[in-house]
């Protein structure tokens, strides 16, 4: 067999790993339900709350977005990650639900002014503690918390995120830049304050 067909298989292997409790959630088995509920509760919850940046707000988007699935799940075709269209649901009732608090988080381009993009190839490279990091990102203010968090965290593009934000995709990536620029001001700032709490 093939190098090619053995990846391909593996692939198909990986994407339809949960296949059967998928099957059987389709089938209304509330024990199915329960038992993907728990595989990819804490994932769910922690991609709402980079979003929201409120723990219960997170925690009642999470549940929802559960209930989302489960009754569209005729809308999975299995062909991608079960996780990934899961996250899908999550990332969009937490931006609606921003939308609906009328959040200072602002997706318009009015204002904005875009500049050329370009490559900076002396950028600083700093290391920080993944904990600082993560503190560091709810600092931040919203649309940059989001953008932030859509590219480096949730896995998405710069295409996929301006589709998601219906922004445009060279808006994102003028929030993106700016977003992380503000990320290092803080961790830089807060690492001689040594205001990070570790437990």
Same mark, same amino acid.
């Given at each position: 067999?093939?190098?090619?067909?053995?990846?391909?298989?593996?692939?198909?292997? #990986?994407?339809?790993?949960?296949?059967?409790?998928?099957?059987?959630?389709?089938r209304?088995? !509330?024990?199915?339900?329960?038992? /993907?509920?728990?595989?990819?509760?804490?994932?769910? =919850? @922690?991609t709402?709350l980079?979003?929201?940046?409120?723990?219960?707000?997170?925690?009642?988007?999470?549940?929802?977005? =559960?209930?989302?699935?489960?009754? !569209?799940?005729e809308?999975?075709?299995?062909?991608?990650?079960? *996780?990934s269209?899961?996250?899908?649901?999550?990332? @969009?009732?937490?931006?609606?639900?921003?939308?609906?608090?009328?959040?200072?988080?602002?997706?318009?381009?009015? *204002?904005? @002014?875009? %500049?050329?993009?370009? $490559?900076?190839?002396?950028?600083? $490279? /700093? !290391?920080?503690q993944?904990?600082?990091?993560?503190?560091? /990102?709810?600092?931040? %203010? *919203?649309?940059?918390?989001?953008?932030?968090?859509?590219?480096?965290? $949730? *896995?998405?593009?710069?295409? $996929?995120?301006?589709?998601?934000l219906?922004?445009?995709n060279?808006?994102?990536?003028?929030? #993106?830049?700016?977003?992380?620029? &503000?990320?290092?001001t /803080?961790? &830089?700032?807060? &690492?001689? &304050?040594?205001?990070?709490?570790?437990?």
């Open positions: 067999m093939s190098l090619l067909a053995k990846t391909g298989s593996l692939e198909t292997r #990986y994407e339809n790993i949960h296949k059967d409790l998928i099957d059987a959630c389709r209304g088995d !509330r024990n199915a339900q329960f038992k /993907i509920y728990k595989l990819y509760y804490k994932a769910m =919850f @922690n709402s980079r979003i929201v940046n409120d723990t219960a707000e997170a925690e009642d988007i999470m549940q929802e977005s =559960f209930l989302d699935a489960f009754q !569209r799940l809308s999975y075709s299995g062909q991608g990650s079960f *996780g269209w899961l996250k899908r649901i999550v990332v @969009n009732n937490s931006l609606d639900s921003l939308r609906r608090a009328k959040d200072t988080v602002s997706f318009d381009e009015e *204002g904005v @002014n875009l %500049p050329e993009e370009h $490559e900076d190839n002396h950028e600083e $490279e /700093i !290391r920080f993944s904990q600082e990091v993560m503190k560091a /990102i709810q600092l931040l %203010p *919203g649309e940059y918390r989001i953008i932030i968090s859509l590219f480096l965290l $949730e *896995g998405y593009d710069h295409e $996929e995120i301006s589709g998601i219906n922004i445009s060279q808006l994102s990536r003028t929030r #993106y830049s700016r977003a992380r620029q &503000k990320l290092l /803080i961790l &830089k700032e807060n &690492k001689y &304050k040594n205001i990070f709490i570790y437990n």
